[in-house]
Nanobody, 118 residues
Framework: QVQLEESGGGTVQPGGSLKLSCIVRARTTTNPNMAWFRQAPGLEREFVAGIMWTGGSTHYADSVKGRFTISRDIAKTTMYLQMDRLKPEDTGVYYC???????????WGQGTQVTVSS
């Protein structure tokens, strides 16, 4: 059974930084690629950043380019999202996804709250 476990959310002031982690347990999927999504109150879940598990190429939503960095540690089966220069509009629940495209994912974590507020 695939399990994803996020951590690292919290509350930070505008301009601050946070680093999210997603540990993958029991990887049994035909699509190993992963991504971060987020959902703000009252809005639909949206793509934030994705990474090809083999090769490591990355892609980002325009709204986070230059501020967020996605990475992965293959040995630890863990994906990360370094978030810098955070803005209030980055507030939301962040989800990691396995078997991911820019649209959705096959498996989801439980989500971690990120709040950017002064």
């Amino acid at each position: 059974q695939v399990q994803l476990e996020e951590s690292g959310g919290g509350t930070v002031q505008p301009g601050g930084s946070l680093k999210l982690s997603c540990i993958v347990r029991a990887r049994t999927t035909t699509n190993p690629n992963m991504a971060w999504f987020r959902q703000a109150p009252g809005l639909e879940r949206e793509f934030v950043a994705g990474i090809m598990w083999t090769g490591g190429s990355t892609h980002y939503a325009d709204s986070v380019k230059g501020r967020f960095t996605i990475s992965r540690d293959i040995a630890k089966t863990t994906m990360y999202l370094q978030m810098d220069r955070l803005k209030p509009e980055d507030t939301g629940v962040y989800y990691c996804g396995l078997g991911a495209t820019r649209i959705s994912a096959d498996y989801w974590g439980q989500g971690t709250q990120v709040t950017v507020s002064s």
